[in-house]
């Protein structure tokens, strides 16, 4: 009798301390982040109070008025920094995927010498720290006159997201049986066609997945664009988030306006598209 | 007719390389070449003049530079040991609830989306010794009265450059883990239990081993961009205060653009280069051995 109620109060306790450390996880996660987007929601003075004011008294739009408005805050033009960063974003995203795809095609159903090698060659250059590489990227770009410029970003992205983009696909290219696309060969398609028809169709979740990363990638980057954006032409929005720094202050309530406008996009790409950005991580890096 | 010579795999991976080689190998190559001038971005003739090693002998000479390295090393170790465990341990809480799990994972995603220049302006801000969140709950916790320097004092800033990257990257490594801890068959540890084992051993020989290769593939991802950390502390401290925080990152962004001397600032970022390359092969080599281990293929 005794052991099972100590039993008991043993799972109990088990199980307090598992909802207790989940609590306590998922508040870390989140509060930052939330903390972030309420900000953006309060005057200037409520930020600044001390002592701190817990409990909003006002919410407003302001910072978002002055912000889409542009005349107030120093007259940061939030709409075009959010204009270039689709711009850049999307082309750059596009155009990683389809060089990717045909290189995880080139992965996944050819073998050839120093393949492995390749392969590595290839996740290495990624792994460039984009500090490093701007600085002789800001000397060519500036010889060349791309600097400050949509294609020079976009350039620039696709060369960041094509590694990571051809070992996502190739991973999910393997796992479609290469008897499929030869039974379509055989039935008279050309191996193009063999290529649209069977074998793209059942790789598409691992292509999505590719592209949010790629996607996330440009829309978020910093260390280049910081250093191969000069003007408003083509300043991304991570960019223009300096802008609310000035010296010695810091705009905080305009700052988290412009985060959550940066947020908004990402967040309801990831949340459409979930299920496949895991699986494409997993599979395409444990089967690839 | 030039075309039919090729052969397919190289055609497909031809606008790879091609773009690869334009963004990356040849502005490598500028650079490695700019490593050994004592280039300067105010006085382009500078390009012309070789100086043989001096910039790297300077580099090595340099104690600010050496710190850097240091540091950068001790927050990459500490960071990702602390991202690894803190994900292994929410993956397996996570793991364990029956309602409400799409939920959880959901939420767990959220600051995979943020960007690290927002992370750095969010912790900034949320660190800040006046109006910050933390100062602000000690405060009125009455736990404190002084307003906590964290991003002023040394190491204070460092324990709050960790923590931002750590809040950033836990979830990579909890999604990952999660779904290895899903694939796990459930064969090998019903027979571990029946064979009496404890819950821990069941664990460690059964589970674990088989999480390896997830844990690898979240190091290599994670390995390809460590340097995003440069954006977070760049924007936090930016190095300070007196280069209490400097990271070989911020040294090299300072070195090159503040001071304009790009030569030396080449010849460090090469060191940087290396050592991120050196890690991402290390773990993707580790990678292939963990999937060949569990038979799922070979590259």
């Known amino acids: ?288 | 007719m030039f075309r039919a010579k090729l052969p397919p795999w190289l055609v497909l991976l031809l606008p790879a390389f091609i773009i690869i080689l334009a963004v990356v190998a040849i502005p490598l190559i500028l650079s490695l070449y700019s490593s050994f001038t004592p280039y300067h971005l105010t006085r382009p003739d500078t390009l012309w003049k070789w100086t043989g090693s001096f910039n790297y002998i300077k580099a090595a000479s340099d104690a600010n530079f050496w710190k850097a390295f240091g540091r950068t090393v001790l927050l990459l170790t500490i960071a990702l040991n602390t991202e690894m465990l803190l994900g292994l341990g929410l993956a397996l809480m996570v793991s364990k609830v029956t309602r409400g799990q799409r939920a959880l994972r959901t939420a767990m995603m959220f600051p995979m989306m943020f960007s690290p220049i927002l992370v750095g302006f969010q912790f900034k801000f949320i660190f800040n010794d006046n109006v910050g969140l933390v100062n602000n709950a000690l405060q009125s916790l009455g736990l404190t009265d002084v307003a906590i320097p964290w991003l002023v004092d040394g190491n204070l800033a460092m324990f709050a450059i960790i923590f931002a990257e750590v809040w950033t990257s836990t979830s990579v490594f909890a999604i990952l883990i999660l779904a290895g801890l899903f694939a796990i068959p459930q064969d090998p540890l019903e027979a571990a239990k029946v064979d009496g084992c404890t819950p821990w051993q069941s664990f460690r020989f059964v589970t674990l081993p088989f999480l390896m290769p997830f844990i690898y593939i979240a190091m290599a991802i994670r390995s390809l961009d460590v340097a995003r950390a440069y954006d977070i502390v760049q924007v936090m401290t930016n190095g300070g205060p007196a280069r209490r925080t400097e990271l070989l990152w911020t040294l090299i962004g300072r070195t090159g653009y503040v001071d304009a001397r790009m030569g030396y600032a080449n010849a460090m970022g090469y060191i940087a280069i290396l050592m991120s390359i050196g890690f991402t092969i290390y773990f993707f080599l580790k990678l292939q051995t963990a999937r060949r281990e569990l038979g799922m293929g070979e590259m």
């Open chain 1, 1 to 288: 009798m005794a052991s099972a109620t100590q039993h008991r109060i043993k799972k109990r306790a088990l199980k307090t301390a598992h909802f207790l450390g989940l609590f306590l996880a998922m508040s870390l996660i989140c509060i930052p982040g939330l903390w972030v987007v309420l900000n953006s929601f309060r005057p200037t003075i409520e930020i600044m109070a001390k002592p701190p004011v817990w409990m909003p008294q006002s919410l407003s739009l302001d910072h978002y008025r002055a912000m889409f408005g542009g005349a107030g805050e120093g007259g940061i033009p939030v709409m075009t920094y959010f204009r270039n960063s689709l711009i850049i974003s999307i082309t750059s995203t596009v155009i990683a995927l389809l060089v990717g795809m045909a290189g995880g095609y080139a992965f996944a159903r050819y073998s050839f010498k120093a393949k492995g090698m390749m392969f590595v060659a290839l996740m290495a250059s990624r792994a460039v720290p984009g500090v490093a590489l701007s600085l002789p990227l800001f000397i060519i770009f500036g010889r060349t006159g791309i600097i400050d410029t949509h294609f020079g970003l976009i350039l620039v992205y696709v060369a960041m997201n094509v590694p990571f983009t051809i070992w996502l696909i190739d991973g999910f290219f393997r796992q479609v049986p290469k008897e499929l696309a030869e039974a379509a060969e055989i039935d008279g398609c050309t191996r193009w066609q063999a290529f649209w028809k069977v074998e793209f169709p059942v790789a598409r979740s691992g292509i999505a997945s590719a592209g949010i990363f790629a996607f996330l990638t440009s829309w978020n980057e910093y260390a280049l664009a910081s250093q191969l954006t000069r003007s408003t032409t083509s300043k991304t929005m991570p960019v223009g988030l300096l802008d609310f720094t000035s010296q010695f202050t810091l705009n905080w309530g305009g700052m988290c306006a412009l985060a959550v406008l940066m947020i908004i996009p990402a967040l309801l790409l990831t949340f459409v598209v979930q299920k496949h950005l895991i699986a494409g991580l997993t599979f395409g890096g444990v089967k690839g």
